[in-house]
């Protein structure tokens, strides 16, 4: 780092002094006697004002050659303008050009989201992009902190993994020497062991689903934050998750009020986003939606549309509980009141963001286990060491994953998880 150079972000702390900030041009526009450079320098955006009369003919000829995206030192004093977004503008007095960049592809017209997604390398330069790396940043550090303030320890569960967490249908296959291997569906498995060590763990690391759908809610690779706490049931892991993305939102709303507005996000909406959230049961859930003229029967597991409108009736994030046993996963421990359902919970965004959490409390009987292993063919050789967690002192158990890309998603109020990640890695697309 150039300890020398100032940054866009501080200017408002240098108001009347002179700066000098390493920066690129976004954009450009001249009256004759005074051009006006859009400059960014990763922290904001400030305009440069390079006025004839007062530089020498040499900085108006190297402001005047500039392009879209060259990179330059630039070197002003900082003046408070109550018109510009930032509230001070740069009245530039010298300019040292590092490279001038030539046809840079993305223009200010519209482009195709094909387009987009080939340059997506560049296409992250632009203000609408850098918000929204910016929330997500926010994002992670609210995680952070709210793991950090309770008590949890980080721990991080391995990416490539012997056999599955969340079904057989979607594993990304890959040898490893003889065997075979497969990228993490979900750490979920391996924080069990890690409560039973720790107590109260969370981990936060990429996971993988082969997944054949083409939705704006699904990516092949997203980042998942999967907390396990040892001695807490049911009912309690869902107040640790209606304070926990509580917390998400309203930090997000406390440090990125700049890029939520970038983003034209409707913060009233987000406003409200305080626990206590609402629950309902999936038999709720199932009669409302029949009620609404849906067409579903208990049974069935709910697809995007369903969800959109079970969010519909609620302006907080809602909880919908005790699924089927028959369609959720192996190691969810059934309602000891009726079996047939188990102790669970999906945490459904409101404005039809869908599902962001999905969470349960944990078989921890090590016979039940056993019978699951049978009924859903999983080979329990290679879950052998999942089941001696159940052998030695075993404890009732809850966690939950929450989905980083969807939670993006909601927050900044995009249409697709495509701009929630740095690079997307979707169906059909690896590059770049
Ligand atoms: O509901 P899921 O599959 O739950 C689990 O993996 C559990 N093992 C978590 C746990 O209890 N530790 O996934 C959790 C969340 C979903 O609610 C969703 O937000 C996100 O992960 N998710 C995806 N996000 C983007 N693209 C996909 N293909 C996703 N699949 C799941
Ligand atoms: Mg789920």
Known sequence: MNMELNTIREVSSHAGEAV???CWVHGKRSSGKIQFLQLRDGTGFIQGVVVKSEVSEQVWE??????????????????????????FELNVTDVEVIQLAVDYPITPKEHGV????????????????????????????????????????LVDPPILTPSSCEGTTNLFHTKY?????????????????????????????????????????????FWMIEPEMAFVDHEQNLIVQERFVSHIVQSVLAHCPKELETLGRDISKL??????????????????????GHEIEWGEDFGAPHETEIAKQFDKPVFITHYPASFKAFYMKPD??????????????????GEII??????????????????????????????????????PHSGFGLGLERTVAWI??????????PFPRLLYRLYP
């Not at 050659?65 to 509230?87: F, P």
């Not at 409200?272 to 609404?292: G, S, W």
């Not at 921890?364 to 030695?392: C, N, Q, T």
Request: charged letters at 30%; a neutral charge.
């Open 20 to 22: 000098r900030i390493g």
């Open 62 to 87: 190297a402001a005047a050659k500039l392009t879209q995206e060259s990179s330059l030192y630039v070197s002003g004093t900082v003046r408070e303008d109550a018109r510009s977004q930032s509230g």
């Open 114 to 153: 094909d387009f987009l997604m080939d340059h997506r390398h560049l296409w992250l330069r632009s203000p609408r992009q850098r918000a929204i790396m910016v929330v997500r940043a926010q994002i992670i550090r609210a995680i952070q902190q709210f793991f950090d303030d309770n008590g949890f320890y």
């Open 177 to 221: 020497f003889d065997e075979d291997a497969y990228l993490t569906q979900s750490g979920q498995l391996y924080m069990e062991a890690a409560a039973m060590a720790l107590g109260k763990v969370y981990s936060f690391g990429p996971t993988f689903r082969a997944e054949k759908s083409k939705t704006r809610r699904h990516l092949i690779e």
């Open 271 to 292: 406003e409200p986003i305080q626990a206590p959230f609402p629950r309902i049961t999936y038999d709720e859930a199932i009669r409302r939606l029949k009620e609404n």
């Open 336 to 353: 000891p009141t009726r079996p047939e359902v188990v102790l669970c919970a999906d945490m459904i965004a409101p404005e039809g963001y």
């Open 358 to 395: 999905g969470g349960s409390q944990r078989i921890d009987d090590p016979e039940l286990m056993r019978e699951r292993f049978k009924e859903h063919e999983l080979a329990e050789d290679a879950y052998r060491w999942y089941l001696d967690l159940r052998k030695y002192g075993t404890v």
């Open 412 to 421: 900044c109020g995009l249409e697709h998880v495509r701009e929630t990640i």
